[in-house]
């Protein structure tokens, strides 16, 4: 079973910037995040395929930028200009398919981002 930890999160103020971490216990084709917020559908963020594609939902483009260490089997994402909207728990995702960004085959346990001045 394929097991993801994620790390980063935190309470910033608005405009600031925060970094997650999620590393995997093997090598995936797909690594990204989810979040989810209070009321709101769970929305995929961002994700990296190891061809090097890359997705972000559109209302963190510019902001936001994930990227990966291929040999840590470790995706980053570095969040900046961070907005009281972008506040929710975030998930860890990894994908063994090739094809396509969802859905999720393994999650990593969560972390709590809060954007609040």
């Known amino acids: 079973q394929v097991q993801l930890v994620e790390s980063g999160g935190g309470l910033v103020q608005p405009g600031g910037s925060l970094r997650l971490s999620c590393a995997a216990s093997?090598?995936?084709?797909?690594m990204g995040w989810y979040r989810q917020a209070p009321g709101k559908p769970r929305e995929l963020v961002a994700g990296?395929?190891?061809?090097?594609?890359?997705y972000y939902t559109e209302s963190v483009k510019g902001r936001f930028t994930i990227s990966s260490d291929n040999a840590k089997n470790t995706a980053f994402l570095q969040m900046n200009s961070l907005k009281p909207e972008d506040t929710a728990a975030y998930y860890c995702?990894?994908?063994?398919?090739?094809?396509?960004?969802?859905?999720?085959?393994?999650w990593g346990q969560g972390s709590q981002v809060t954007v609040s001045s």
């Open positions: 093997e090598s995936l084709f797909i």
């Open positions: 990296i395929a190891r061809s090097g594609n890359l």
């Open positions: 995702y990894g994908r063994q398919s090739s094809r396509g960004w969802e859905p999720g085959d393994y």
